[in-house]
């Protein structure tokens, strides 16, 4: 007997159901993307090792997933290397290339390929799948989509707001409520540089982006593991634990951040898009949270993480500039600030809250019951024309008992039926059967369109 087959771990399949809600996701925030000027592209599934290691902190790499080579992948390795078992150096000779782990390290690549071709600033938007070896859990997968919007060549901070606006507006399409949390890397850069840990800088957010993970015992016990002094961590205390109105967290760090010249910059940064954001109104709650770190090692200004207010699940959409980036790429100088939607994730809170609008789902429209050659033909000009007219249209294809037709249609949910026997066609019309309430009519192939068209 043939094994069953499977699918990997981490992995999913979508039903036609599934994939009409996650074309409901993507179409829009690919409307909001476009309201703001973004234009799409995309890039390979694949990049150079080169491109992708190191530029996600240790943990990040551990997590790329490494294609290898093609044809004799062992010819470069000495039986001695094989024998040592070290898998990091097996790696480095056995693997080129590695799917990507997110969509902006590989953005960064393309805007240093085509520079001469980009219009600065660059608004971009692309969705498409990316891949992380990561231990598959609820909300968490190996294979997801994501959905990013990054703008490259403007230090201006008006980006960060507009891209807030984008978040607001698109969580506001879907109905969903989410929380907007804000930070800043220079506030946390600060604050390692006023506790005398100047250099603990990607230790100390690596361990606070775990707090709501692990909690504050287990972070304090993870930052002594890292060699700050018991000293250091008493001083990171009242920081983490900042309570009060974003204006009242900005006003107690500024006074804690008085000698650290780039700890203010970032209070400033944060004040003037918090500031900006407050005068335009915005429908969710956006809350400065200093316990955001975003342990990506890029992020060197506002970093910003959304979550679903009435759904337990991570992050949905995170972010943040990323002032160089380009430089890892031998491009100096070019500014960027992005955020990325997890589709994955919001799919599974509309899911939760059952959020899709009815004509999200909807399939077919119409179908025309099959009786035979005679009436095929007849139907078939009709048939075309609702499609013409925009009507999601069908005919069963074989001319099988009337039962299994109507079977069909309520299995997938079609809310019209046409049928045409002698009668019908001696008076040159259909009968139209509303699946919902059971009443039929005798009409015309334009009365029909004008029907479903409402």
Not at 70 to 90: C, F, I, Q
Not at 239 to 244: D, F, K, M, Q, Y
Not at 336 to 347: A, E, H, L, P
Not at 363 to 371: E, K, S, V, W
Request: hydrophobic share 40%; glycine share 8%.
């Amino acid at each position: 007997m043939a094994q069953k087959p499977s699918i990997p771990k981490g992995t999913r399949d979508f039903s036609p159901l599934e994939m009409a809600k996650r074309n409901y996701i993507f179409d829009t925030i690919k409307q909001v993307y476009q309201l703001y000027g973004f234009q799409q592209i995309e890039t390979p599934a694949m990049e150079t090792l080169g491109t992708l290691m190191g530029k996600y902190g240790e943990e990040g790499d551990k997590l790329l997933f490494k294609v290898l080579n093609s044809g004799d992948y062992l010819s470069k390795v000495t039986p001695e290397e094989l024998a040592e078992r070290n898998s990091l150096h097996l790696a480095a000779k056995l693997c080129e290339k590695g799917l990507r782990y997110d969509l902006t390290v590989p953005f960064a690549r393309y805007v240093v390929m085509h520079r001469d071709e980009l219009q600065l600033p660059f608004k971009r938007y692309q969705m498409q799948p990316v891949w992380r070896a990561d231990r598959p859990q609820k909300g968490r997968y190996r294979e997801f989509w994501q959905f990013d919007g990054d703008i490259v060549g403007s230090d201006s901070l008006l980006n960060e707001v507009e891209l807030m606006q984008i978040v607001d507006t698109v969580f506001t399409r879907f109905g969903v409520r989410v929380q907007i949390k804000i930070n800043n890397r220079k506030i946390l850069t600060g604050i390692a540089e006023v506790i005398g840990a100047a250099e603990k800088i990607v230790d100390i957010t690596v361990a606070i982006d775990k707090l709501d993970k692990i909690g504050l015992d287990n972070v304090n016990q993870e930052l002594r593991e890292d060699g700050l002094t018991d000293e250091q961590i008493e001083k990171l205390q009242p920081i983490i634990s900042l309570e009060g109105t974003n204006d009242e967290k900005l006003n107690t760090i500024a006074d804690v951040l008085g000698s650290s010249e780039t700890g203010l910059k970032g209070v400033e940064e944060t004040r003037f898009i918090l500031d900006t954001l407050k005068a335009l109104g915005l429908k969710n709650e956006i809350q400065l949270d200093l316990t955001l770190a975003r342990g990506l090692n890029y992020y060197t200004g506002a970093i910003f993480e959304v979550k679903a207010l009435d759904v337990q699940i991570g992050s949905i959409t995170g972010g943040g500039r990323y002032d160089n980036l380009t430089g890892i790429f031998g491009m100096p100088g070019i500014s960027g600030v992005g955020i990325s939607f997890g589709v994955d994730r919001i799919f599974d809170v509309l899911n939760a809250l059952d959020c899709y609008p009815k004509d999200a789902t909807n399939g077919t429209q119409l179908l025309f019951i099959n009786f035979g050659e005679k009436e095929t033909a007849y139907c078939l000009p009709s048939v075309s024309k609702a499609r013409e007219a925009g009507i999601r249209t069908e005919i069963f294809p074989d001319s099988t008992k009337m039962k299994k037709q109507m079977s069909y249609a309520n299995a997938k949910q079609i809310p019209y039926v046409a049928l045409a026997g002698e009668n019908e066609m001696a008076a040159g019309k259909l009968t139209l059967k509303n699946m919902e309430s059971g009443e039929q009519s005798l009409v015309t192939i334009d009365e029909i369109i004008k029907t479903i068209q409402g």
